[in-house]
């Protein structure tokens, strides 16, 4: 047996308690849950559900709002669109998928009814941003260049690396002329890195680096983490929908790093440039 209950209105919004009663000596669980909406809000919210006469309309107006070109999609439930997403995306099996720590818990479940795996990522409440110790404590950044200097970021984990919140301002100070990308990235198992191209400009991430990932790998060699002629598989990209994977192999004559990059790409444009 459920049994809802609704306080008086306060400043502090509408408060349900939910809970199952005492049934023949059976346990009882009662959990309390405050959201943030007072009454006359919620007789809105049921008021408006009564006179939507014609979802296609506001679908069409939605889509509109949302997506001028015409390229969106009105679902009736998140979870819904979650499905398409996940369908449209194209993902393996096996793949991983960053989660929030506060999510829906049916959210996970789809991720797993497609064959993924949920990563939870911890949130700092007050900040929603990485803190010292998302940092590996045994790697320094690390300036390194393949003929262009990227800044290499070790981090503790792929969950700090979904914790990344982007300021592009204080990326540019701290970049100044000495790089053009903060490579941040995490070691897995077996030969597996993961990692995000931060960008001080309007891009503010890249999808895959080649540069960058070769200059991973260097990195990875010279601090003992990846061993020469060894391949470091990089999944970057995936924090922005965009999983790319990237192979280096780094060969090694004396002290000279020569790390070679491949992997699979996608025709996006082609034109011609006549001088």
């Not at 991983?96 to 829906?104: D, F, G, K, R």
């Not at 996970?108 to 993924?116: D, K, M, P, Q």
């Not at 911890?122 to 790697?139: N, S, W």
């Not at 941040?184 to 891009?203: D, H, I, Q, T, V």
Request: include cysteine.
């Amino acid at each position: 047996m459920v049994r809802i209950e609704t306080d008086s209105e306060t400043d502090s919004g509408l408060t349900l308690r939910l809970g199952l009663t005492d049934l023949g000596g059976m346990l009882t669980l009662q959990s309390r849950h405050r959201i943030d909406i007072r009454l006359r809000h919620f007789a809105y919210a049921l008021s408006a559900c009564v006179w939507a006469r014609d979802p296609e309309a506001i679908g069409a107006r939605l889509v509109g709002a949302w997506s001028p070109s015409g390229q969106g999609l009105a679902c009736r439930s998140v979870r819904s669109g979650f499905h398409l997403l996940l369908d449209a995306l194209g993902l393996n099996a096996g793949d991983e998928v960053l989660v929030s720590a506060v999510t829906h818990p049916d959210m996970v479940r789809i991720l797993e009814a497609h064959g993924l795996v949920p990563v939870p990522v911890d949130l700092d409440i007050a900040t929603l941003a990485p803190d010292v110790r998302d940092f590996d404590p045994h790697l320094d950044p690390e300036y390194v260049s393949t003929g262009i200097f990227n800044l290499m970021v070790p981090m503790r984990s792929r969950a700090a690396l979904g914790r990344i919140v982007m300021n592009m301002v204080e990326l540019r100070k701290l970049l100044g002329n000495n790089g053009t990308m903060a490579y941040c990235f995490a070691c897995g198992e077996n030969g597996k890195a993961f990692s995000r191209g931060m960008l001080p400009w309007e891009l503010y991430e890249d999808a895959a680096t080649g540069s960058a990932a070769g200059a991973l790998g260097a990195y990875l060699v010279k601090h003992g983490r990846l061993s020469p002629a060894h391949t470091l598989n990089i999944l970057q990209g995936a924090e922005m929908g965009r999983p790319s994977h990237i192979e280096v192999e780094v060969t090694q004559g004396g002290k000279k790093l020569v790390p070679r990059v491949s992997g699979a790409a996608v025709k996006v444009f082609e034109g011609t440039i006549q001088i």
